[in-house]
T-cell receptor, first 115, second 114 residues
Framework: DSGVTQTPKHLITATGQRVTLRCSPR?????VYWYQQSLDQGLQFLIQ???????AKGNILERFSAQQFPDLHSELNLSSLELGDSALYFC??????????????FGQGTRLTVV | AQSVTQLDSQVPVFEEAPVELRCNYS??????LFWYVQYPNQGLQLLLK??????LVKGINGFEAEFNKSQTSFHLRKPSVHISDTAEYFC????????????FGTGTRLKVLA
């Protein structure tokens, strides 16, 4: 158990809909990272938050947004969903934010299926 | 920018045989290097990491990796694999300073055969 909790584990929704994925980081970790894993794209970095502030942005679509709350949990919002958004979405946390990332701990992921 | 190349998408190997999973990286700055394993229907678990010091790094489950700066490689090895090692293995890099996201390779699926 990595200590990172993601909910829900599975999500099935229709095209055009909006969903919210939730992540609780390990106790004490200030950084949260979101990744998308799909068969054709592999593991793609989406976005990083550190102590409530956006720190780095990757290949995140404009239809997607994220935030980190004062209690450090994070939510990834996906809107106007398309079939191609079907993927496994991982959250990771680490203590790093202003220093090098020496280790990140991953949750078990949320499998999103858009039908 | 950093990039990671995992040269083999799939590696079949018989049980108790040795295995090497290859990883090459590209970066103009110093990086940290990682190997993660993903078992079916699981999240990613850290196997080992290279931050500095000895270029031979030992990890969990009998895996080790060697950092070769001149060849920009970080290959993962195990002298004798078990059926339970069947999983997907990801190599990743992170800058040693600046923004700290991981860049992952596309993964290598290790299939251990009885």
């Amino acid at each position: 158990d990595s200590g990172v909790t993601q909910t829900p584990k599975h999500l099935i929704t229709a095209t055009g809909q909006r969903v919210t994925l939730r992540c609780s980081p390990r106790s004490g970790d200030l950084s949260v990272y979101w990744y998308q894993q799909s068969l054709d794209q592999g593991l793609q970095f989406l976005i990083q938050y550190y102590n409530g502030e956006e720190r780095a942005k990757g290949n995140i679509l404009e239809r997607f947004s994220a935030q980190q709350f004062p209690d450090l949990h994070s939510e990834l919002n996906l809107s106007s969903l398309e079939l191609g958004d079907s993927a496994l979405y991982f959250c990771a946390s680490s203590a790093a934010g202003t220093g090098p990332n020496t280790e990140a701990f991953f949750g078990q992921g949320t499998r999103l299926t858009v039908v | 920018a950093q990039s990671v190349t995992q040269l083999d998408s799939q590696v079949p190997v018989f049980e108790e045989a040795p295995v090497e999973l290859r990883c090459n990286y590209s970066s103009s700055v110093s990086v940290y290097l990682f190997w993660y394993v993903q078992y079916p229907n699981q999240g990613l678990q850290l196997l080992l990491k290279y931050l500095s010091g000895s270029t031979l790094v030992k990890g969990i489950n009998g895996f080790e990796a060697e950092f070769n700066k001149s060849q920009t490689s970080f290959h993962l090895r195990k002298p004798s694999v078990h059926i339970s090692d069947t999983a997907e293995y990801f190599c990743a890099v992170s800058k040693a300073s600046g923004t700290y996201k991981y860049i992952f390779g596309t993964g290598t699926r290790l299939k251990v055969l009885a």
